[in-house]
Nanobody, 121 residues
Framework: QVQLVESGGGLVQPGGSLTLSCAAS????????MGWGRQAPGKQRELVAN???????GYADSVKGRFTISRDNAKNTVYLQMNSLKPEDTAVYYC???????????????WGQGTQVTVSS
């Protein structure tokens, strides 16, 4: 069964930091790219960061220099370190991953259930 479970969201003051985690579980053969997206109320979901299996990372301009994505391949886990948080970072953050499970011919893209991040004083 496919599972991407996020954790680490919460309420933080402007300028503060949070770290999100997301672990993939199930009969995993291979995890390719992993990433994080977010969706604020009334807005479309946007991809904020992604990372390849080799560690190459990319960021949306809105978070570049403030967010850092990393992964632990042995644990099939991806992290998002968020620093200098702003009120406009408030959103539900979703984990995303391309996963090939045993029995699948090709990897498929999966999304987690999301974790709320609220930046407010």
């Amino acid at each position: 069964q496919v599972q991407l479970v996020e954790s680490g969201g919460g309420l933080v003051q402007p300028g503060g930091s949070l770290t999100l985690s997301c672990a993939a579980s199930g009969s995993i053969d291979r995890v390719d790219a992993m990433g994080w997206g977010r969706q604020a109320p009334g807005k479309q979901r946007e991809l904020v960061a992604n990372i390849g299996s080799g560690g190459s990372a990319g960021y949306a301009d809105s978070v570049k220099g403030r967010f850092t994505i990393s992964r632990d391949n042995a644990k099939n886990t991806v992290y998002l370190q968020m620093n200098s948080l702003k009120p406009e970072d408030t959103a539900v953050y979703y984990c995303n991953a391309d996963i090939k499970y045993y029995g699948d011919r090709f990897p498929r893209n999966y999304w987690g259930q999301g974790t709320q991040v609220t930046v407010s004083s």
